[in-house]
């Protein structure tokens, strides 16, 4: 445990954003064992309030869920203002939705299924460069 607390990054914000309960508990397991902050949301109206109310540093977002698609909700996300990282999560065969992610600007996408072990370290990734930008804006200041 010590080694995930001297890491950089921990205790950074992380929203998981996936209509399926079980996706969602994987993900919030294995990044708070990590040492983040996790929260949840099972759709797009509970992704804005969390977004509004923690700011995460980093938002996974499934693309594919019901009501407010994954789409809507980037666009709805990126109207707001938000200045964290986005990694989008689909399906294999999924191009058409992952192509419109992208030219939202979404910053990392994952194929699911994937490994836990991969959204690991690319959440560390995004994390230090998250740090990166934040402490150079700070410095420019």
Known sequence: MTEVRNRPGVNSKILVVDDQ???RQ???EALKSDGYLVHTAANGKQALR???ENTPAVVLLDLKMPGMNGLELLQEIKKSGYQ???ITMTAYGELDLLTKAQKLG???HLTKPFDINDLRGLVRKVIEQYNYKK???VLRA
């Open 106 to 108: 979404v910053d990392h």
């Open 84 to 86: 964290g990282a986005i």
């Open 50 to 52: 969390e977004i509004k």
């Open 26 to 28: 994987l993900i919030n």
């Open 21 to 23: 309960p079980g996706v």
């Open 135 to 137: 402490d150079n804006t």
